[in-house]
């Protein structure tokens, strides 16, 4: 249990660690770092995308409102097939075709979702990972612009002492009294 965390957190260790190198990377090169949600659904291959699919229908209301009408028509039609006497009912009462039907569904659908959310997990993990170097180039970024403000304001008052310096030495030439002296 020790070695797996271990190796856990020398994983996070290492993925901060190549995170910052391409926030480094990306501030060298003035480059931005943000990318868009759809480069990270470029990558997914034909079963990733198919898991998506499914569990999108899979959890959607039209899913639920066909897989209800078929269950009613299945219901409807054998019950009606079995009173009528004469036809013999293809699934008659307590419906053990469409109870192995419903198992079978489950069976494959279950582990397709849980492969779609897994991958959605991955996505999530990606994201916060991406968010996270977009914050920290930002914060270097205005880390950055505070010391070119704080150059900039040291270099004005320079100026302005040097422009006050000058104006002193015009008005001692022209014996004009100065009432503020640097």
């Not at 898991?51 to 409102?65: C, K, L, Y």
């Not at 079995?82 to 419903?102: E, R, T, V």
């Not at 970024?141 to 505070?146: G, N, Q, T």
């Not at 000058?166 to 009432?179: G, S």
């Amino acid at each position: 249990m020790r070695t797996k965390r271990k190796e856990y957190l020398a994983q996070i260790a290492a993925e901060q660690k190549r995170s910052k190198e391409s926030v480094a990377r990306s501030i060298a090169e003035r480059r931005p770092i943000s990318r868009s949600q759809a480069d990270l659904s470029e990558d997914a291959s034909f079963g990733q995308r198919a898991a998506d699919a499914v569990a999108r229908f899979g959890g959607s209301w039209t899913f639920i409102g066909l897989f209800a009408l078929v269950l009613v028509a299945w219901v409807v039609l054998n019950s009606y097939l079995l009173i009528q006497g004469g036809h013999k009912a293809f699934d008659p009462y307590p419906y053990i075709l469409l109870n192995l039907f419903l198992s079978m569904l489950a069976s494959i659908q279950a582990p397709v979702i849980l492969m779609s959310q897994n991958r959605q997990g991955e996505i999530d993990r990606q994201t916060t990972q991406h968010d996270f170097e977009v914050n920290l180039k930002a914060e270097l970024e205005i880390m950055a612009l505070h010391e070119k403000m704080d150059d900039f304001k040291l270099q004005l008052f320079e100026l302005q002492y040097e422009q006050l310096r000058v104006l002193n030495l015009l008005c001692e030439k022209n014996d004009i009294v100065v009432t503020v002296k640097v």
